[in-house]
C-alpha cells in the first residue's frame, strides 16, 4: 500500500485558519491524518513530501466546465464531428489535472463517456459528475445555430439539446440519463452569447419545469439553471431547481428563496467579468457582457449576505480564452468580486463536493475522506494568485495516486 507524508501549510476547508506547521498523511486511497506536524504519524516507509513555503489544499473542484474538445478537434469538417472532440476532450482531461483539479462537473455530452474511462483507469484525469447536454428551448440560450433545422441540431449539437413542451422536456431529460448523466442543467433564461434571446427572456414554462425537476428527482438527482435574468431564475427556484449557474442579475427576492431552499449559487465570475474585454466580440454580445458585469458583483454581495452556499464554477472550455491550465483564474475573479481568498477557497473545495453529491468523501482534508490533495507555492491567503496556474501547483494526488509531482 503507498504511503504519503505531506509537511507544510494546510488549508483543509473546514478550520477558519491554517494549520502553519501541518502534517497530512495519505495511505492507501484515502487520508489517514491531517493535523499539527507529529513525526509519530508518519508511517514506515512513506514517501516523504515538504513544501515549506507553499500550502497544502484539497483537491479543486469545477462546477461548470464544459469538455467539449473543440480546440483539439483537428479541422476536417470544421472540427464538428463528435468523435473529434471526444478525442480532444480525453487529452484535455489531463490539463485539468495538472491544474490541480481533482473533480468537475460537466456541461456536454463528452462527459458521459470521458467520466467511465476516468473510472476505469484508461484515461488521465479528474472526477467527472456528467450532466449530458445542456437542455433549452427553441430560440433561446441553448440555439446557437439557427441555420439548421431542430432535428438537425439536436443530431448534430454535442453540447446543447433543444425541447419544447412538456412532453419533449420529458423526452429530453430522459434522453441524458440514458447516455450517463448524473444531473440536469437547463437553460432558464437567455444569455450574453446566444443571438437569438434577450439575458432576461423566461424560457421554459412553469409546467415544462415542473417535468423536468420531477424527473430529476426520480433519478436521484437535481436540476442547475443557466440563470441571467431574474424572472427565469425565479420561475426555476419554484419549480423546485436548487442549483443557479451565473445568477448574474439576481434581486433580492430570488435570494431570499434561495436561502430558504438551501440552493447553491455558482460563480462563473472570470467570464463574466472579462467577457466583455475579449476582442472581436459582435457589438450585441459585447452590449450584453458589459451589462452582466456589474450585476453579478451586486449578486455576489447579496449571497454572501444571505449566507447562500457559493460554489466554483469557470464556464471554461479550454478554448483560447477559456485555457484549462488557468482554471484557477476564477479564485482570483472571487476575489475582485468581493469575496475573501478562505471564502474562494471553499468554493472551490467543501462547497463544489456538495454539488458532486460527493461531500461525505472529498472537498476538504479530513481523516478518513478520499485522498484528492493539492501542493501549490506560495500562501493563497495572501496571495490568491498562486491558484491562478497549473505553474504554481506542485502536486496533485487523486484518491492517493500521485498524478502530478515537481517537488
Not at 482531461?93 to 490541480?100: I, N, P, T
Not at 436521484?220 to 451565473?246: D, F, N, P, Q, R
Not at 469557470?314 to 468580486?337: C, I, Q, W
Request: proline share 4%; glycine share 10%; hydrophobic share 40%.
Amino acid at each position: 500500500m503507498n504511503a504519503y507524508a505531506i509537511r507544510g501549510r494546510i488549508i483543509d476547508a473546514v478550520s477558519p485558519s491554517p494549520i502553519e506547521d501541518g502534517l497530512v498523511v495519505i495511505e492507501g486511497t484515502r487520508l489517514s491524518y491531517v493535523g499539527s506536524y507529529d513525526p509519530a504519524k508518519i508511517p514506515d516507509q512513506a514517501q516523504v513530501l515538504s513544501v515549506p513555503d507553499g500550502t497544502i489544499l484539497p483537491g479543486f473542484i469545477d462546477c461548470h466546465a464544459h469538455l467539449t474538445g473543440h480546440q483539439d478537434a483537428g479541422s476536417f469538417c470544421g472540427g464538428k464531428l463528435f468523435g473529434d472532440q471526444l478525442l480532444g476532450g480525453a487529452y484535455q482531461c489531463g490539463l485539468l489535472l495538472d491544474a490541480g483539479f481533482t473533480g468537475i462537473r460537466d456541461m456536454s455530452r463528452a462527459g458521459c463517456f470521458l467520466s467511465r474511462a476516468v473510472e476505469r483507469g484508461v484515461l488521465r484525469g479528474p472526477k467527472i459528475m456528467p450532466g449530458g447536454r445542456v437542455l433549452g428551448i427553441t430560440s433561446g440560450h441553448s440555439d446557437f445555430d439557427v441555420s439548421k433545422s431542430k432535428e438537425e441540431f439536436n443530431r448534430d449539437d454535442s453540447t446543447t439539446y433543444l425541447i419544447d413542451g412538456p412532453e419533449d422536456c420529458l423526452r429530453g431529460v430522459r434522453e441524458q440519463f440514458r447516455t450517463g448523466a448524473k444531473f440536469i442543467k437547463i437553460c432558464a433564461t437567455g444569455g450574453v452569447s446566444s443571438p437569438t434571446d434577450r439575458v432576461d427572456d423566461v424560457a421554459f414554462s412553469d409546467e415544462e419545469l415542473r417535468v423536468i425537476v420531477e424527473e430529476a428527482k426520480r433519478h436521484h438527482t437535481y436540476v442547475c439553471a443557466h440563470c441571467t435574468g431574474y424572472e427565469g431564475a425565479y420561475a426555476a427556484l419554484k419549480a423546485g431547481v436548487s442549483c443557479i449557474e451565473h445568477g448574474v442579475m439576481l434581486t433580492q427576492r430570488e435570494i431570499d428563496l434561495m436561502a430558504k431552499m438551501d440552493a447553491t449559487l455558482v460563480t462563473t465570475l472570470a467570464v463574466s467579468l472579462g467577457v466583455a474585454n475579449i476582442p472581436g466580440l459582435p457589438d450585441w454580445m459585447a452590449r450584453k457582457a458589459r451589462d452582466c458585469a456589474e450585476a453579478n458583483k451586486e449578486t455576489i454581495r447579496m449571497a454572501r449576505e444571505a449566507g447562500i452556499r457559493i460554489a466554483f464554477g469557470s464556464d471554461y472550455s479550454n478554448s483560447r480564452n477559456s485555457p484549462y491550465l488557468e482554471l484557477g483564474s476564477e479564485f482570483v475573479a472571487m476575489t475582485r468580486a468581493g469575496m475573501t481568498p478562505m471564502e474562494a477557497i471553499r468554493a472551490g473545495t467543501i462547497n463544489a463536493a456538495h454539488l458532486m453529491l460527493a461531500g461525505h468523501e472529498t472537498g476538504s482534508l479530513e481523516a478518513g475522506k478520499l485522498a484528492d490533495v493539492v501542493l501549490v507555492d506560495g500562501n493563497p491567503l495572501e496571495d490568491i494568485r498562486v491558484l491562478a496556474h497549473a505553474d504554481h501547483v506542485k502536486a496533485v494526488f487523486l484518491n492517493g495516486k500521485l498524478e502530478k509531482n515537481l517537488c
